[in-house]
DNA sequence: TCATAAGTGTAACAATTGTTACAGTTTTCG
DNA sequence: CGAAAACTGTAACAATTGTTACACTTATGA
């Protein structure tokens, strides 16, 4: 385990003690190759065949972090599963070229042994689901964000769901906080800046929402609903 | 196995023979619900305790409860899992409501008998995992195609998708053939169809596609993949 | 074959968002 | 505290896309 000591932190194994995960690996049958910055890892269009864990350094693609990734060109950190949701799909073909952002340690281990980790380990089992469960929640509401054709629509989607679940239909003034300021909005609904904040004044205007140093106030949650546009 | 005749065709026992499928079945704890239409069958922020397949019917999800203030996601058929991604998640809430369309027959089955079946059943295992993985995909490139923000951008990587991997980089004048016509080509990149028409001339008179009865032929590959935009 | 439906090309105008620039406010940190 | 940085509000203008309408072409089926 000397040789790959980054691995510990992967979300695969997150919840398993030392003695577990060292008890998973030496008993798998895995290699480790060493990639040079700008080396290309995988191809468009190569077969799946291994589960990818990178070990050391980031990679560069197109693919999506867990959570809160996003849909750019971005730097996948170690340590992380490079491709969990290919592995195993019908369409087992790499969609994007993985390019080594930096030096890295990819660990590779081939698809029958991950089918023999599940069996002898349900914990890596369920790991394994849970992180694709979690991929696939995010993408789902991610979409849904990006399906809501105007600016307004997708404030009115997020505050909405800020709203805490003890609130009623009619309840009104109800004051929710993002965890983000206003130029991070923008670039989570994929806008520019001064759009939202030109948008955020118009709803202002229509007594829609207020805003202040404790937040977005909603004023009237029904009318914000109504204001939601998928289309 | 008479109550439920639906499921047979369920991804998730897609490639199982007959006795196998009624071994899976009859060896497991689970309950049939049946809904009438309009019938909410899982609340927002309900945990997932449970696998549902939807038997008979089919059902919609929706954001929100309120009256005025829904926004439908998706309408499902029938037999289809409704919550995979959702029972092993990290986050096991419902992040919508789902309603009935019709009259509908869901089957529940515990998430420790899915665990159970897991191990019984490496078949089944297998088939969870790809369905999973199957929609981690799908999910991955629609949302990949909703970030390019311009319609030349999403066409562009549309038809650069379809080119066959024989091609090289250099090889010019490619026909590419969609299996769409233009109207649900429009609605597939979620834009209107006069725009797409409007964009599909406005390429043409700068010399990067060619249309014709044959379809699409890309005039330069290079100059084409660089009409996309990300942002 | 011919009437009808479906699909496509185009134009004028409206609506929305992006871009750029700048001023005012708040936060951070030496 | 006070300067610098980060953040926010706003405006003018450009770019893109949506909406609506209509003519034309192609496919379909009685």
Known sequence: MNEIPDIYGCPLWADFTEDELSDLISGTRYTVISYKKGDIIVTQGDICKYLYILAKGSVRTEMFTE???TVTIAN???PHPLASAFLFADNNRFPVDVIAEE?????RIPKDEVL???TLYPKFLSRYIAFNSN??????SKLQLMTIRTIKGKLAWYLCSLIPKTSTATTRNIIVKPDMNQTELARFFGVARPSLART???MERDNLIKTGR???TIINVTALKESIQTS
Chains 1, 2 share one sequence.
């Open 116 to 118: 023999r980790m599940f």
């Open 135 to 140: 991929i696939t929640n995010f993408l789902s």
């Open 76 to 78: 996948i950190p170690s």
């Open 200 to 202: 955020i004044s118009e």
């Open 67 to 69: 959570e809160g990734g």
């Open 214 to 216: 404790e937040g977005f």
């Open 103 to 107: 030096d890295c340690a990819v660990m």
